[in-house]
C-alpha cells in the first residue's frame, strides 16, 4: 500500500441497545506498515420516538412495512450525515454504515442490518459501504464480531479488547491469529429494564449497586446453553428476547435486583474468558461503575484500561469506518479465524452516490 496514505471516512453505528446512532470522522492513515487513527469530530444523535419504535419492533413488521422502513431509515442516516457534515465542516471520502441488526441468524445463512445504503448515499452525497457482514454468513460464517480487524491493526498492544455494548465481546491474538466471540449480553437486557421506568439507563450502576443478587437466578443464567458452546459464536436479539429476559421475568424481582443479579452474571461471564493482562474497555458498559468494579473483583489479575471518552463511545463507528476502508483499499476486512467462515472475505456492498462535488 501507498506510504502515508490518508483516508477520511464517516462510520456509523447504531447499537442494539437502541442508544442512538454515533457517526465518527476519522483520518486514517498507513505509515511503516502500521495502521493509525485520529478522531476528528464525533458525536451520537438520540432517535427520534418513531424512529426508535420501529427499530424495537422492526422484527415484527410485515414484508411491505419492512421494506419501506429499510429505505426510509436509510434516507434518515444519509440525512443526520449530511446535518454533521455542514456542522462540522467536513467531507469523509466515504461513509461506513453498519445499519441495524434487525435480523441474524447465522446458522441459517442469514442476517438483515437494516439502513438503505442506496439511502445513505443519495441523502449524504458520499458513497456508502454497508451490509459487512452478509458475505461472511454466506460463507458459513458467524457474521460477527467484525471489531476484532480493529483491534488488531488499532489496538494491538492490548493483550484484549473487551467492548461493552448491547453485548459484550472480546478479541485476542495468540501465535498471529486472531480470534474473538460475543460472551453475554449487557446493555440491551440492562436498559431494557431501565427504560420500562423511563431511564434510558442506570448511571453508574447506582440501581444496581443499590439492588440484591439473586442466586438461583444467577446461576440460571449461566446455565445456558450458549455459554457452553465452543468456538466461533455470537448473540442476536432474538435470543434476549426469547431466553434471557423470559427467564429473568419469571423471578419476580424488583428492578433493582434484576439490574443487580445481571451484572453479576456479566461479571461472571467475562471472568470466564479473560483471566489476567492488559485489557482495553470500551463501550457504555465502561461508564457502568458498579459493573467494572464486579468485573475487577471476580478478576483481579486483570488490568482494565478505559481509553479517552472518544475512544469509550465511538470505538465501534471508528472501527465500521476502517472496514470501510478496507474495503475500498480490496483488503479482507472479515477474518475466518473470528467468525469462523471458510475464508477471509472482504465484506461490504458499495453505494455510489452519482455527486460530483
Not at 47 to 76: N, V
Not at 186 to 207: A, F, P, Q, W
Request: aromatic share 10%; net charge negative.
Amino acid at each position: 500500500m501507498e506510504q502515508g496514505c490518508d483516508m477520511d471516512v464517516i462510520g456509523l453505528m447504531s447499537g442494539t441497545s437502541l442508544d442512538g446512532l454515533d457517526i465518527c470522522f476519522t483520518r486514517f492513515s498507513w505509515n511503516n506498515g502500521v495502521w493509525q487513527y485520529q478522531i476528528l469530530k464525533a458525536e451520537s444523535m438520540s432517535y427520534p420516538a418513531d424512529i426508535k419504535e420501529k427499530l424495537a419492533t422492526a422484527q415484527r413488521m410485515d414484508a411491505l412495512s419492512f421494506a419501506r422502513f429499510h429505505s426510509d431509515y436509510g434516507l434518515y442516516l444519509g440525512a443526520c450525515v449530511r446535518s454533521f457534515m455542514e456542522k462540522h465542516q467536513v467531507r469523509p471520502h466515504i461513509i461506513a454504515s453498519h445499519g441495524h441488526s434487525i435480523f441474524h441468524q447465522p446458522r441459517h445463512r442469514f442476517t438483515f442490518q437494516i439502513g438503505s445504503g442506496a439511502g445513505v448515499a443519495a441523502e449524504s452525497g458520499v458513497d456508502t459501504v454497508c451490509d459487512f457482514r452478509t458475505t461472511d454468513v454466506a460463507l458459513y460464517g458467524q457474521g460477527a464480531p467484525l471489531v476484532p480487524i480493529g483491534d488488531r491493526h488499532l489496538f494491538g498492544n492490548y493483550d484484549y479488547c473487551l467492548n461493552l455494548g448491547g453485548f459484550s465481546n472480546i478479541s485476542s491474538e495468540q501465535n498471529g491469529v486472531r480470534s474473538a466471540y460475543d460472551i453475554s449480553p449487557v446493555n440491551y437486557v440492562l436498559n431494557h429494564y431501565t427504560r420500562s421506568i423511563g431511564k434510558e439507563y442506570d448511571h453508574d450502576g447506582e440501581m444496581a449497586q443499590s439492588g440484591k443478587v439473586c442466586t438461583a437466578l444467577l446461576e440460571a443464567l449461566n446455565g445456558l446453553d450458549f455459554y457452553t458452546q465452543t468456538g466461533p459464536k455470537s448473540l442476536g436479539r432474538e435470543w434476549v428476547e426469547e431466553t434471557v429476559i423470559p427467564l429473568i421475568d419469571a423471578y419476580g424481582l424488583d428492578i433493582n435486583d434484576k439490574l443487580s443479579t445481571f451484572c453479576e452474571h456479566v461479571a461472571w461471564q467475562i471472568s470466564r474468558h479473560i483471566k489476567g493482562g492488559k485489557v482495553l474497555a470500551t463501550g457504555g458498559g465502561a461508564l457502568n461503575k458498579y459493573l467494572m468494579e464486579r468485573m475487577s473483583a471476580l478478576a483481579p489479575q486483570c488490568s482494565y484500561h478505559i481509553p479517552d471518552s472518544l475512544t469509550i463511545n465511538f470505538k465501534e463507528a471508528l472501527i465500521f469506518g476502517f472496514l470501510g476502508v478496507l474495503y475500498v483499499r480490496n483488503m479482507p476486512n472479515c477474518l475466518s479465524s473470528v467468525t469462523g467462515a471458510t475464508y477471509d472475505c472482504i465484506g461490504g456492498a458499495l453505494y455510489k452516490s452519482g455527486r460530483r462535488w
